[in-house]
């Protein structure tokens, strides 16, 4: 537990961990030491607030200095604030580079060779866009990359020449739950989406197969659903580049079954 990490820390110093044991993993013993933090100093600034519930001081309360007497100085008050908020920005950095270790550790495995003329490897793609946006189509954070994706599609499909999509890694690392960063990661093989630079914590660069066809490019978007009217702006620019698309009229595609020829043309995805 926070309290038996350090037991000759300075209270105060005790008590930024147990701090950050609740903002990095949601420690229980440590979320009932900050609701007594918060209740105390109620108490203390707003003594006439009704409704206000100090707990018995236990333990750990004691060796973190969360007590009516020792944060009665508005100095300790401020102190113990600051220590919090340190408490809070170490867990997010810590977070994030968790979350950039996972990112990079996903790029730079192999790749696996997935080609969008082969009809196994498209499905595999419309259906991994599928299930990522419908896991991710409501998240606030995840609608800037999803939109962004949907760009790539859109002018990919408008150019003959294939276009990248330069973009913050931020948009993943800072985006939604961990597991984000794993769907990502997931999507962009069964896509497949190419890595031409990842420049981390800084910029991706990414692009499509240039053997996407049209049609296949349609049935991507199909896929991906609609955006929110409300939803935020996407994530990063497109940009030319000068190297064509090899399959544009779809002449190297793989017939599809027809039963599932059927059900991606004219079953609705969504």
């Known amino acids: 537990t ?11 110093t005790r008590f930024e961990e147990a701090c950050f044991a609740f903002f990095t993993d949601g420690d229980a013993a440590a979320r009932d030491l900050l609701v007594e933090f918060e209740a105390l100093v109620a108490v203390l600034e707003s003594p006439g607030e ?4 100090v707990e018995k001081a236990n333990e750990l309360s004691l ?39 996972a990112l990079r550790s996903g790029l730079e495995a192999p790749d696996d060779d997935r080609q969008p003329t082969v009809w196994a490897h498209a499905s595999r793609a419309l259906a991994g ?13 995840a609608q800037p990359f999803l939109l962004g994706l949907l760009s790539l599609l859109v ?31 997931r999507l962009f093989r069964d896509l497949p989406l190419l890595r031409v630079s990842a420049d981390l914590p800084g910029e991706l660069v990414l692009e499509l197969a240039p053997t996407w066809s049209d049609l296949n490019l349609s049935r991507l978007l199909k896929a991906a659903g609609r955006a ?22 779809g002449a190297l595609d793989e017939s599809p079954p027809l039963v599932d020829l059927v059900c991606i043309d004219f079953c609705a995805f969504l």
């Open 2 to 12: 926070p309290s038996a990490r350090d037991a000759e820390a300075p209270a105060e």
């Open 228 to 249: 929110s009217p409300e939803a935020a702006r996407p994530t990063g620019r497109i940009e030319p580049t000068d190297r064509p698309r090899t399959n544009v009229d």
């Open 129 to 141: 866009l599928k299930q990522f946006a419908r896991a991710y189509a409501e998240t606030v954070g």
């Open 63 to 101: 060796a973190c200095g969360v007590t009516l007497e020792n944060l009665r100085p508005d100095a300790t008050r401020a102190s113990y604030r600051r220590a919090k908020d340190e408490a809070r920005s170490r867990a997010h950095a810590a977070l994030r580079a968790r979350r950039l270790e």
């Open 155 to 185: 002018e990919q499909q408008r150019s003959s020449t294939v276009v990248r999509w330069r973009f913050d890694s931020a948009a993943l690392t800072d985006a939604a739950a961990e597991t984000f960063i794993a769907d990502a990661v």
């Open 50 to 53: 009704v409704g206000v519930q």
